[in-house]
């Protein structure tokens, strides 16, 4: 099986670091369309177009299953991708709402995500769909955090701890009772030790790689790999080559040797 992993930048590498550990005998083709993001800043007619072209460039590369790993895309765009290419399609906005369905037992679900993730409801939604009430929280100092490696660094504990305690506070106030929070950024998985820690013992976090990783075993039925299995792994990005390679490690947790330029337009 050959799997296509698409994000606007390197966030959804975070996800294909999951499916490796899940799935490491599969194929995988990933594309950061890094010369177009943040997606977050353009209209929803312009991410589809985007996101769009970027679904058809990994198909077009023999991707025979694709994870929108990318929640802007995945929020605007969703339909469109699934209109468009003539393979499954799986978006990491469901992925995480099923994983929340799955963990709650009050029904109150917690949400921390980028700015326009938040904006566009798209977690909320998902979960109404599901019978579940969320309450989402924008924490746009995450992301560069994030990609300055600031991982384990006082700053970062200090933001997190401030975004954490107002969230707290104010579903508090909204009158939830949360007992699931979903890391609604592919960003957040590298911050997630930091984020348990701060957040009470009775609230569990959900991973949105973690999970799409996983709903993409459950949905492909992959028999379990050899001891020894063999993969193809290209990577591809729109600008910024470089800095793809040397940001993109960090996000895998491995190396990557590699990555080709390609050029989809404007």
């Not at 590369?61 to 802007?72: D, R, S």
Request: proline share 5%; hydrophobic share 45%; with cysteine.
């Amino acid at each position: 099986m050959n799997i296509g992993v698409f994000d606007s930048g390197f966030g959804g590498l975070t996800v294909l670091r999951a499916l490796l550990e899940k799935l490491p005998g599969q194929d995988y083709v990933y594309l950061g369309d890094t010369a177009r993001l943040p997606y977050g800043a353009k209209s929803q007619a312009t991410v589809a177009r985007y996101a769009v072209s970027s679904a058809g460039f990994l198909v077009d590369q023999g991707a025979e299953y694709l994870v929108i790993a990318c929640n802007t895309a995945s929020a605007l765009a969703l339909d469109e991708i699934r209109a468009a290419v003539p393979v499954p399609v799986l978006g990491v906005i469901e992925t995480g709402a099923n994983a929340a369905q799955a963990s709650t037992k009050s029904g109150d679900v917690l949400v921390i995500a980028t700015a326009a993730t938040v904006e566009s409801h798209a977690y909320a939604a998902a979960c109404k769909q599901r019978g579940m009430r969320a309450y989402e929280k924008a924490c746009p100092l995450l992301v560069p955090l994030v990609e300055e490696g600031w991982i384990e660094h006082p700053v970062t504990e200090e933001v997190l701890r401030i975004y954490l305690d107002e969230l707290l506070a104010e579903s508090a106030r909204a009158g939830l009772r949360p007992d699931t929070l979903v890391l609604g950024c592919t960003h957040y998985p590298l911050l997630r030790a930091q984020i348990e820690r701060k957040l009470p013992a009775g609230i569990r976090v959900i991973d949105s790689a973690d999970a799409t990783a996983t709903q993409v075993a459950g949905a492909l039925g992959v028999p379990a790999p050899t001891d020894d299995p063999q993969s193809e792994r290209s990577f591809y990005a729109t600008d910024s080559v470089e800095k793809f390679r040397k940001l993109g490690t960090r996000f895998l947790g491995q190396p990557i040797e590699y990555v080709q330029l390609i050029d989809l337009g404007g």
